[in-house]
Antibody, heavy 119, light 110 residues
């Protein structure tokens, strides 16, 4: 079955970077886009960025454009999200979610990765 | 990109129908039929409930339905059940080729 498995929880200091992975299985990795969405504690879902896995093209929310890097390793069926210059407000659960090109909806989702930013 | 506007909370008794609105602009909700809805129980992963404004994925109860008029989309839950108590988020594609989520709505079953 289609599954997205993310890397484990991280604790980082302010100013550091974090890289979260999302390993896909059960489908042709390059035939879909991968999105990254985050959710701060008690807050709403927030769309961050996407990568068209086949081409490697990326698109980011303007809010994160200077700090987020989205990549993929097609040989490993894994997508990555790296967020730099971390601050306390970046403490959140980060999700990856699959989108069939042009369908405009997300599913399935990874299990989420908690990133805690604390000095 | 500002978040789409949803009511903070909606409540109803078992068996009743409720509707959650999702208001955007002509650059997102009003401009595209790429509005989707997600259900999220506390501590759980979001689950797709409606795609492309009105489409219900297999496995989702037919008590859930979606619609859109102008810049406002809506999710209706009919025959409200205790298990429907959760947070609900809308999402839309935008003219900037990005996506935006709504502010979220907490549904309470009285």
């Amino acid at each position: 079955q289609v599954q997205l498995v993310q890397s484990g929880a991280e604790v980082k200091k302010p100013g550091a970077s974090v890289k979260v992975s999302c390993k896909a299985s059960g489908y042709t990795f390059t035939s879909y886009a991968m999105h990254w969405v985050r959710q701060a504690p008690g807050q709403r879902l927030e769309w961050m960025a996407k990568i068209s896995v086949g081409s490697g093209n990326t698109m980011c929310s303007q809010k994160f454009r200077d700090r987020v890097t989205i990549t993929r390793d097609t040989s490993a069926s894994t997508a990555y999200m790296e967020l730099s210059s971390l601050r306390s407000e970046d403490t959140a659960v980060y999700y990856c979610a699959r989108e069939k090109y042009g369908d405009g909806w997300f599913g399935p989702w990874g299990q989420g990765t908690l990133v805690t930013v604390s000095s | 990109q500002s978040a789409l506007t949803q009511p903070a909370s909606v409540s109803g008794s078992p068996g009743q129908s409720i509707t959650i609105s999702c208001t955007g602009t002509s650059s997102d909700v009003g401009g595209y039929n790429y509005v989707s809805w997600y259900q999220q129980h506390p501590g759980k992963v979001p689950k797709l409930m409606i795609s492309e404004v009105t489409n219900r994925p297999s496995g989702v109860s037919n008590r859930f339905s979606g619609a859109k008029s102008g810049n406002t989309a809506s999710l209706t839950i009919s025959g409200l059940q205790a298990e429907d108590e959760a947070d609900y988020y809308c999402s839309s594609y935008t003219s900037s080729t990005t996506f935006v989520f709504g502010t979220g709505t907490k549904v309470t079953v009285l």
